[in-house]
């Protein structure tokens, strides 16, 4: 018909070329979220792991302390009896010492090794964020050729 305008094929292309990179820019952000998606759970199932392996050191840590206060009173009392009373053996006193100090040793190796694991991997999505980065400088540098 004689009415109807038809844009030149200079205009298609160029309305192509742009719906192109529009479709082309979705694209990438789309992947750069499911990157940044796959990237969180591995972080999240690292700090599950250091987290745990903390918390056994700390409870582990807290079982010596607690041991070592109560070797403390038994050292206390021991320390207050008179002198010449027969003891026999490793007093009670020294006995919960022991025992509280391999407690508190294996406790803060744990507890050290956690905080280590913490201290491997930060916990947000840096590869994602670099990509991004990238796309972003590469999306609004101009080519210079």
Sequence with gaps: M???LQAPPEEASVASLARGIIDDVGNLVRQEIR?????IREDLR????????LATGTIIAF????LFSLML?????WLSLPAGTPTEGIPLWG??????????GIGSIVAYAGCEMFKSFNPLPDKTAQTVKEN??????????
């Design 2 to 4: 004689a009415n109807e």
């Design 73 to 77: 009173v038994y050292l206390i009392r």
């Design 136 to 145: 972003v400088e590469w999306i609004t540098t101009p080519n210079s050729k």
């Design 35 to 39: 990157f940044a998606r796959t990237e």
């Design 46 to 53: 690292k700090t599950k792991q250091a987290a745990a392996v």
């Design 95 to 104: 006995c919960f010492g022991i025992v509280s100090a391999v407690f508190l």
């Design 63 to 66: 079982i010596g302390a607690v």
